[in-house]
């Protein structure tokens, strides 16, 4: 199809940001610096390769990942530990804040709720910025590896430890139903450490080799009561593949911390979204 004669000038019209965070509420990272200083260890919970995990996290409370042996990237899910109605919705932060998250930002829930749950404290790989590719670290923009696209690309090719899988048999352990009843509830993803982007030519996701090294760590205090489940990825650091038993893949730890009470004695959790519900009804 020929393009029309202007063309050039509908493309050289500028971009507008759809929602402008200048009165988003912002945390306050005095407070929760204050608070990381007085930090308790009260748990941990290992995550093995292409495999998932979950975990706890009261409100006032943080979590920690950490890269323990080798380059690895993890599938975060986060939901109201007492309604699995409340969780994270990627598509909305990443509106907010971007494609990638880090230190100041927030993982905010879906609707009727649109609160944060979970605010980043600390990101050891915040000097990775964007890179040459337009790629950059912990993404909200992949939805999560998953078995139905591995069948739909493989002709009918079955694998069981992609994340989606993963985080499925967790969190039916962890409620102690079935992965049927459990499957639902599993939604779109942060990809901790994961490096991803979009191709300048043809606009396609993609990922690169994990710039995460043993030690690194993404940490992230509790707004509201948590209940997460962490996958391993079966793509190890995602420089070649995911979904397969071929790459290199390594356990992730989530360690669990108390801070003292009074470092947090003006801290509130945030209420649920002001919005009245009523939708002009």
Known sequence: MSAPADADARRAIPPVICYPVDTLPTPDMALYDAARATLTKTGETVVPPRDAACFT?????????????????????????????????????????????????????????????????????????????????HDVIGTRCDPYTHALLSDGGQYHHCCHSNLTRALADHLGVSAAEAEPHIHDVLNVFMCTGFTRDT????????????????????????LGALSACPGGDCSAEHSSDAAACHPLLVETFAPDPQTLIDWQSPAPNAYDGSHGR
């Not at 910025?129 to 790629?135: C, K, N, R, V």
């Not at 606009?203 to 948590?226: C, N, W």
């Open 57 to 137: 996290v009261p409100a006032g409370h943080f979590f920690r990942i950490t890269s323990v042996e080798g380059s690895q990237v993890g599938d975060l899910n986060l939901w109201h530990a007492r309604d699995l109605s409340e969780r994270f919705y990627s598509g909305k932060t990443r509106a907010l804040h971007g494609t990638h998250i880090t230190t100041g930002q927030r993982m905010w829930s879906g609707f009727p709720h649109l609160r944060p749950m979970a605010t980043l404290t600390h990101d050891s790989l915040g000097w990775y910025g964007i890179d040459a590719y337009g790629g950059s670290v």
């Open 203 to 226: 606009g396609q996701y993609f990922m690169k080799a994990s710039p995460v090294r043993p030690g690194d760590t993404l940490e992230f205090f509790a707004e509201i009561d948590l």
